[in-house]
């Protein structure tokens, strides 16, 4: 399976988010669209990483949900990229 066929099934829309977006805004854009993860890119639309349902689940039960931060403290936001 490649890439290009992934991205044929689950379509090509991706929805993002900055490191400095609240660990809240990034759970309500997960439910809102209904995914398992969100892509973190910065103000030059560069992507960083991807927090994913589990990242922020870690981060609300080592931190608190009053005490999370932004949604790239809550994981690890190293990315790796291919071509379809």
Same mark, same amino acid.
């Given at each position: 399976?490649?890439? %290009?066929?992934?991205? !044929?099934?689950?379509?090509?829309?991706?929805? !993002?988010? /900055?490191?400095?977006?609240?660990?809240?805004?990034?759970?309500?854009?997960?439910?809102? /669209?209904?995914?398992?993860?969100?892509?973190?890119?910065?103000?030059?639309?560069?992507?960083?990483?991807?927090?994913?349902?589990?990242?922020?689940?870690?981060?609300? %039960? !080592?931190?608190?949900?009053?005490?999370?931060?932004?949604?790239? %403290?809550? %994981?690890?936001?190293?990315?790796?990229?291919?071509?379809?």
């Amino acid at each position: 399976m490649l890439v %290009s066929d992934v991205l !044929r099934t689950k379509g090509h829309h991706v929805v !993002r988010i /900055h490191p400095a977006d609240s660990v809240e805004l990034a759970v309500h854009k997960l439910a809102e /669209h209904r995914i398992g993860a969100l892509v973190v890119e910065d103000r030059w639309m560069k992507p960083l990483g991807i927090s994913s349902e589990r990242d922020f689940i870690n981060a609300m %039960s !080592r931190d608190g949900a009053a005490g999370a931060r932004g949604c790239c %403290s809550a %994981s690890d936001c190293g990315f790796f990229s291919c071509r379809p």
